[in-house]
């Protein structure tokens, strides 16, 4: 799939999951925010779980990513567990635990993670940035262990339109 950083073409490795597929396989990405528990199995938590994935937490836009998701969706009063993974290190967490103490979402870094882990679970999610160790933007939604929706921007410089993404979930869930 190709995306863009501004102007740039970036070219991203594995594809997004179709709905209804489950999600297989156990990851153990290190806890960077709000826990110590290795990467939990997805499948087997009952309900919805919202899966943020995020090239940098340093960078405003996926720091910005963390916070509005969390805040949509606690506003919305949406039952749900939220999980954010990021390409860089645990370190890169530390502000965004200090400038956002309120944040209950577990945050994961796949930096010094077992290759083979991080390669399979960016051609699962179809947001591996190809020739990079980065993960792209995404926002994916299982429930009850299988994919209902997910949603890689085109454009990847900036924040994702979540309240968007939110209401096209929110509209699916009503039908």
Not at 25 to 36: D, H, M, R, V, Y
């Amino acid at each position: 799939m190709k995306v863009y950083l501004g102007d740039l073409p970036v070219e991203l490795t594995g594809r997004r999951p179709k709905l209804g597929d489950p999600i297989e396989g156990k990851f153990g990405f290190k806890p960077a925010l709000n826990t110590k528990s290795k990467f939990p199995d997805l499948q087997n938590i009952k309900g919805l779980v919202f899966l943020s994935t995020l090239p940098n937490v340093k960078s405003f836009a996926c720091s910005t990513q963390v916070l509005n998701l969390e805040e949509e969706i606690s506003k919305r009063n949406i039952r749900a567990k939220i999980f954010h993974l990021a390409s860089c290190g645990i370190n890169s967490w530390t502000e965004i635990k200090k400038l956002h103490p309120q944040l209950k979402a577990n945050g994961y870094s796949l930096q010094n993670c077992d290759t083979d882990e991080v390669t399979t679970f960016k051609q699962k999610l179809g947001v591996g940035v190809t020739n990079s160790h980065r993960l792209a933007h995404g926002l994916f939604v299982l429930k009850n262990g299988k994919f209902i929706a997910s949603y890689i921007p085109k454009q990847q410089y900036g924040v994702p339109n979540i309240k968007r993404f939110l209401n096209r979930l929110e509209k699916g869930l009503s039908s």
